[in-house]
């Protein structure tokens, strides 16, 4: 999220915006102006962004890819991959929604095109007293969003000295680089294949 002249601006791309705790997050830090870029150009996607204004009570500003295969080089390694790919890959579909779940600029459809609108952040405000989904409305009696903003790590290694110890001390402390081994290991008992 972050604070602009213009806004809160926040974003989740694609298929990320169909995950509801990474929206209720978005929402509970005054998200303004959502921005949610995407390649999906099915009629679906309307309906997604849509629903994201009016459940967030935000301005969505919807970029999605127009495409047509001569746009790609003909040098590139796997452009024969494409001669079995339609001329539209991608038919575009970039629209700006309003707090109310209405149109601010229609979907742009079969072409490049830059959007540009005018846009009422009093809207925001007016929409909210109808519905604040971390306002009155997010019932704190039964629900509750924990957010862990820790830097994780996606990968973690253990080592267990003990068992590492055991295997060089039962291989006669040969060198175990030499050999993949496997370890399974449950509680105090332990298998090595």
């Known amino acids: 999220m972050f604070d602009t002249p213009y806004g809160k601006i926040g974003a989740l791309i694609c298929w990320e915006n169909y995950i509801p705790l990474a929206r209720v997050a978005m929402y509970a830090q005054g998200v303004q102006l959502y921005i ?16 994201i204004a009016m ?4 301005f969505v500003l919807s970029s999605n890819q127009y495409v ?8 590139l390694a796997c452009y024969d991959d494409l001669s079995s790919a339609p001329e539209l890959m991608t038919s575009g579909g ?7 779940g209405e149109y601010v600029a229609e979907p742009v459809w079969g072409k490049e095109e830059i959007i540009i609108a005018d846009l009422d952040m ?4 007016r929409s909210q007293f109808d519905f604040d989904p971390v306002g009155h409305y997010s019932r704190p009696d039964v629900f509750k969003l924990n957010v862990n903003r820790e830097m994780q790590q996606s990968i973690e290694w253990k080592t267990n000295l003990y068992l590492i110890q055991k295997l060089v001390s039962s291989s006669g ?9 496997a370890v399974y290991m449950r509680k105090e008992e332990s298998t090595v294949i």
């Open 94 to 100: 970039s629209a700006i929604v309003g707090p109310l």
């Open 55 to 58: 459940e967030g009570r935000c």
């Open 122 to 125: 009093k809207q925001i405000v």
């Open 36 to 51: 949610a870029p995407t390649a999906d150009d099915r009629e679906s996607w309307q309906s997604t962004i849509r629903h």
């Open 173 to 181: 402390g040969n060198r175990l680089s030499n050999y993949f081994v």
């Open 68 to 75: 047509t295969k001569d746009m790609y080089l003909e040098d």
